[in-house]
T-cell receptor, first 106, second 115 residues
Framework: AQRVTQPEKLLSVFKGAPVELKCNYSYSGSPELFWYVQYSRQRLQLLLRHISRESIKGFTADLNKGETSFHLKKPFAQEEDSAMYYCALGGNKLTFGGGTRVLVKP | EAQVTQNPRYLITVTGKKLTVTCSQNMNHEYMSWYRQDPGLGLRQIYYSMNVEVTDKGDVPEGYKVSRKEKRNFPLILESPSPNQTSLYFC??????????????FGQGTRLTVV
């Protein structure tokens, strides 16, 4: 069975501070990992996927197969980064973690 | 505009009264799925469909039904809603019949309250 774990339900940081959202997965095959973001009162949207290895809105994420992790990082958080973030694992289906709410304080 | 459309956006109903939440996508996606979002529990998959007439249970299918008679539509049916089905529901679609291999596009959500 595929599983995604996001251990932090809430991350509160000050503007300009680094932020790291943890994500660990369990999957026997070759994983496809994604980060989705949900801003207040909006639908979920894709933030980034590991296969593209790009930086979106200053966020990056590296797939570490040895540690089965796909942590999301941003060196300098902005207030507009306040949102709900979901790590997702694609395989036979798309499985989401429990989500981490990020609050960036001024 | 490419999109996933859910209706209604908000619904308040009474226990036991059958209801249907519609979901439609205009991107010719093969894969569609339904999720419910609850505080502290994140997104949990209810049902998914890899193509027309092919549906399967997700993680929390009890109390729900789906059908996929056409590629673009994937309605969620609650035959006898109960208060524990009060939640925010999202429909999603993506290209790959493998389900999780490509970007998923989400609807705007349906907030259901069962009293």
């Amino acid at each position: 069975a595929q599983r995604v774990t996001q251990p932090e339900k809430l991350l509160s940081v000050f503007k300009g501070a680094p932020v790291e959202l943890k994500c660990n997965y369990s999957y026997s095959g070759s994983p496809e990992l994604f980060w989705y973001v949900q801003y207040s009162r909006q639908r979920l949207q894709l933030l980034l996927r590991h296969i593209s290895r790009e930086s979106i809105k200053g966020f990056t994420a590296d797939l570490n197969k040895g540690e089965t992790s796909f942590h999301l990082k941003k060196p300098f958080a902005q207030e507009e980064d306040s949102a709900m973030y979901y790590c997702a694992l694609g395989g036979n289906k798309l499985t989401f973690g429990g989500g981490t709410r990020v609050l960036v304080k001024p | 505009e490419a999109q996933v459309t859910q209706n209604p956006r908000y619904l308040i109903t009474v226990t036991g009264k059958k209801l249907t939440v519609t979901c439609s996508q205009n991107m010719n996606h093969e894969y569609m799925s339904w999720y419910r979002q609850d505080p502290g529990l994140g997104l949990r998959q209810i049902y998914y469909s890899m193509n027309v007439e092919v549906t399967d249970k997700g993680d929390v299918p009890e109390g729900y039904k789906v059908s996929r008679k056409e590629k673009r539509n994937f309605p969620l049916i609650l035959e006898s809603p109960s208060p524990n089905q009060t939640s925010l529901y999202f429909c999603a679609s993506s290209f790959s019949s493998a389900g999780g291999r490509t970007e998923a596009f989400f609807g705007q959500g349906t907030r259901l309250t069962v009293v």
